[in-house]
C-alpha cells in the first residue's frame, strides 16, 4: 500500500531527526562541575576562536552542587570559576577573581586573571585522547582537579597540596575591600618581564627557566602548569567521553571560606 505524501515525509523526517541528534549526541564531551568549596562559584567558560560557546559562558553553582555541561565531538576553550561576585548592582567589576565584564553569562569573554584556568581540547576523532591542563601561568584563585569518568589514575589532574593564596608572595597577592587574599599574581602577569613571560628572547624552553616564582606555585600545586614552559608538561590526555572537574577538591579547602564567600546570585 503506498502511503500518502504528507506521511512519508513525515516519516522521512523523522528519520533524519534520528540519523541527526543520535550521531550528534554520540559525538559530544561531558564536563560535571562540582563545587566543593565552602561557598557558591561562578564558573565561566570560553570557548577558542570558532567554536560554540557553552552553558551562556557562565553559570552560579552552589556549594555542593554540580552541573552538566556537553560540548560538541570538537571543541576548545578554557575553564575557569569566578568568587565573590555580586550581579545586583552595575558594579564592575561584578566579581573579585575571574570577572568577565560584569556578566554573570560571560557568552564567550575571557575572565580576568589571575584566576586557575583549566585548558580543554576534545578531539573530532573518538579514537583519540581528549587533550586538558590546569595552567597558572597567569596566577591562581582556587584549586581544581580534573577527572575522567570512569575515573583513572593516568587521566587525572589532581588539585593543590596547599593553598597557594595562603603562600602567595606579597608582591603577588590581590586583596578585596576587607583585605583578604582572593588570588595570587603569576610574576608574568605581575611584573610583565620578557624573562619571566617566556617572550622574545626568552621565547623557548632552553632560555626560559623556572623562577623564584614558579617554583613555589609548582610546589604547591604540582600537577598544574607554572609557567609557559614547565617541565616534563603537565598534561592529560584520555579517550574518555565523560569528565568531572572539582573546585577546592581538596579538604583543606575549607579552611579558605573566606576567599569567595557569597556576595549575591
Not at 575571574?98 to 589571575?114: F, Q, S, V, W
Request: glycine share 8%; hydrophobic share 35%.
Amino acid at each position: 500500500m503506498r502511503l500518502p505524501h504528507f506521511v512519508a515525509a513525515f516519516l522521512l523526517f523523522l528519520s533524519w531527526q534520528f540519523m541527526f541528534f543520535g550521531n550528534a549526541e554520540a559525538h559530544t564531551v561531558t564536563f560535571y562541575v562540582h563545587n566543593k568549596c565552602p561557598f557558591g562559584i561562578w564558573p565561566a567558560i570560553a570557548p577558542n576562536n570558532g567554536y560554540p560557546v557553552l552553558a551562556n559562558g557562565g553559570f552560579y553553582l552552589p556549594s555542593g552542587q554540580t552541573r552538566r555541561v556537553i560540548a560538541p565531538w570538537k571543541w576548545t576553550g578554557r575553564l575557569w570559576a569566578r568568587t565573590g561576585c555580586n550581579f545586583a548592582t552595575n558594579w564592575s567589576p561584578a566579581c573579585q577573581t575571574g570577572d568577565c565584564d560584569g556578566r554573570l553569562e560571560c557568552n564567550g569573554l575571557i575572565g580576568t586573571p589571575p584566576v586557575t584556568l583549566v585548558q580543554i581540547s576534545a578531539q573530532i576523532d573518538q579514537t583519540k585522547p581528549n587533550y586538558y591542563d590546569v595552567s597558572l601561568v597567569d596566577g591562581y584563585n582556587l584549586p581544581v582537579s580534573v577527572s575522567a569518568r570512569p575515573i583513572s589514575s593516568k587521566c587525572a589532574i589532581g588539585g593543590c597540596v596547599q593553598s597557594l593564596n595562603s603562600v602567595c608572595p606579597e608582591e603577588l597577592k590581590v586583596l578585596n575591600d576587607v583585605r583578604e587574599v582572593v588570588a595570587c599574581r603569576s610574576a608574568c602577569l605581575k611584573f610583565d618581564l620578557d624573562s619571566f613571560c617566556c617572550r622574545n628572547e626568552y621565547g623557548s624552553p632552553d632560555k626560559c627557566g623556572p623562577s623564584v616564582y614558579s617554583k613555589l606555585f609548582k610546589e604547591a600545586c604540582p600537577s598544574y602548569y607554572s609557567y609557559a614552559y614547565d617541565s616534563p608538561p603537565p598534561l592529560a590526555s584520555c579517550t574518555a567521553k565523560e569528565y568531572m572537574v572539582t573546585f577546592c577538591p581538596s579538604t583543606w579547602g575549607r579552611g579558605n571560606s573566606s576567599v569567595g564567600s557569597d556576595v549575591a546570585r
